[in-house]
């Protein structure tokens, strides 16, 4: 079976992101990094929907959607 | 992806707390919890004092009341008197259960009201500007104690189970996910339950003391953490600087509103009791 890329989106809100790594720092396949002190999404075909970033949020910036098939 | 949304006031968003500080992850624990419990939205109600953590109502939406410095829990003593059928949850922080609401925290325990209380623990006066609080650890600097506190601090689960408290547990902002387990458990209790959750204050704590960024606090956590199970076999010694995380203390008591309503309707109309 094939493995398809990018099963999940990421949404970012840049107007709540207040830059604390926290999404960056425990992402555990570097999909996160920082931009101008705001979280942006670099590798997205890489997320594994573990959903930490989203659980470890505290800004309510960040949402992990599974892509519907 | 969590509804997370289903329960805040979105147009009070962005939050008002620092840059990696620990509230907004408590508060979402919390509203998982709440979404788990089943619990209908309204007969819940949340009752803040003072401080970083007490800002918490302002952004959900329930039925909500923030009051004056260490007084949430008279305040919800009140509501819970007044409305038994309402399920009350008093968020606060270290300083005001503690200090401020010292003499409010200890009395409620041993009334064993039946409130959940969820205590932020960031171990200073966030809002006030960085003095220590009755948590702060010995030797831990605040901006009214420059060569470090000269006070030994409060071990809040303690002194709650001393004090009477039927549930205790205690997490950090590192255990997200058992913080929701442990405020859910809290919330099912019927009687005085605390979970005191320990979070990162970056502005002040970590600053002040040079520990780094709200990250490197949070791994602090991480490290330095305990599970009750293990903490229990383990010597007191060992145990020094360490956090027990879990149900640390659990019991069954009498609860002070049962006991109110039953002598209440004990009482004939000419004021003997039956």
């Given at each position: 079976?094939?493995?398809?890329?990018?099963?999940?989106?990421?949404?970012?809100?840049?107007?709540?992101?207040?830059?604390?790594?926290?999404?960056?720092?425990?992402?555990?396949?570097?999909?996160?990094?920082?931009?101008?002190?705001?979280?942006?999404?670099?590798?997205?075909?890489?997320?594994?929907?573990?959903?930490?970033?989203?659980?470890?949020?505290?800004?309510?910036?960040?949402?992990?959607?599974?892509?519907?098939? | 992806?969590?509804?997370?949304?289903?329960?805040?006031?979105?147009?009070?968003?962005?939050?008002?707390?620092?840059?990696?500080?620990?509230?907004?992850?408590?508060?979402?624990?919390?509203?998982?919890?709440?979404?788990?419990?089943?619990?209908?939205?309204?007969?819940?109600?949340?009752?803040?004092?003072?401080?970083?953590?007490?800002?918490?109502?302002?952004?959900?939406?329930?039925?909500?009341?923030?009051?004056?410095?260490?007084?949430?829990?008279?305040?919800?003593?009140?509501?819970?008197?007044?409305?038994?059928?309402?399920?009350?949850?008093?968020?606060?922080?270290?300083?005001?259960?503690?200090?401020?609401?010292?003499?409010?925290?200890?009395?409620?325990?041993?009334?064993?009201?039946?409130?959940?209380?969820?205590?932020?623990?960031?171990?200073?006066?966030?809002?006030?500007?960085?003095?220590?609080?009755?948590?702060?650890?010995?030797?831990?600097?605040?901006?009214?104690?420059?060569?470090?506190?000269?006070?030994?601090?409060?071990?809040?689960?303690?002194?709650?189970?001393?004090?009477?408290?039927?549930?205790?547990?205690?997490?950090?902002?590192?255990?997200?996910?058992?913080?929701?387990?442990?405020?859910?458990?809290?919330?099912?209790?019927?009687?005085?339950?605390?979970?005191?959750?320990?979070?990162p204050?970056p502005?002040?704590?970590a600053h002040?003391n040079r520990l780094g960024t709200s990250l490197d606090l949070l791994m602090g956590?991480?490290?330095?953490?305990?599970?009750?199970?293990?903490?229990?076999?383990?010597?007191?010694?060992?145990?020094?600087?360490?956090?027990?995380?879990?149900?640390?203390?659990?019991?069954?008591?009498?609860?002070?509103?049962?006991?109110?309503?039953?002598?209440?309707?004990?009482?004939?109309?000419?004021?003997?009791?039956?």
């Amino acid at each position: 079976m094939p493995v398809t890329a990018k099963k999940y989106t990421i949404k970012i809100n840049r107007e709540l992101c207040k830059g604390c790594q926290f999404c960056m720092a425990f992402c555990p396949e570097n999909v996160l990094a920082m931009k101008k002190a705001k979280a942006v999404v670099i590798n997205p075909e890489k997320c594994t929907g573990c959903q930490l970033c989203e659980l470890y949020c505290p800004d309510f910036a960040i949402e992990v959607e599974k892509k519907n098939e | 992806m969590f509804p997370y949304s289903k329960y805040l006031r979105t147009n009070r968003l962005p939050h008002i707390w620092c840059t990696g500080c620990g509230c907004g992850i408590i508060l979402k624990a919390m509203l998982r919890a709440v979404d788990r419990s089943g619990i209908d939205r309204n007969t819940l109600i949340f009752v803040s004092g003072i401080g970083c953590s007490s800002r918490t109502p302002g952004y959900i939406d329930f039925d909500t009341l923030h009051t004056t410095h260490g007084r949430a829990l008279a305040f919800a003593t009140g509501i819970k008197l007044a409305k038994p059928e309402m399920k009350v949850i008093v968020l606060t922080g270290d300083g005001d259960a503690c200090a401020i609401g010292g003499n409010h925290f200890i009395h409620a325990a041993r009334r064993n009201l039946d409130l959940t209380v969820i205590l932020y623990n960031n171990r200073i006066y966030g809002m006030t500007g960085g003095q220590p609080s009755p948590t702060t650890p010995y030797g831990e600097k605040g901006t009214t104690a420059p060569y470090g506190s000269i006070e030994p601090s409060f071990d809040v689960c303690r002194l709650a189970a001393a004090a009477g408290a039927v549930f205790v547990a205690r997490s950090t902002c590192y255990h997200a996910t058992q913080l929701d387990k442990l405020i859910l458990k809290a919330m099912n209790i019927k009687g005085f339950s605390l979970v005191e959750i320990l979070s990162p204050c970056p502005t002040y704590y970590a600053h002040l003391n040079r520990l780094g960024t709200s990250l490197d606090l949070l791994m602090g956590y991480k490290r330095n953490s305990i599970p009750v199970e293990k903490a229990r076999r383990l010597d007191p010694s060992e145990l020094k600087d360490k956090i027990v995380t879990g149900v640390i203390y659990k019991t069954e008591r009498p609860e002070y509103f049962e006991e109110y309503h039953k002598l209440q309707q004990g009482i004939t109309e000419n004021g003997r009791l039956r």
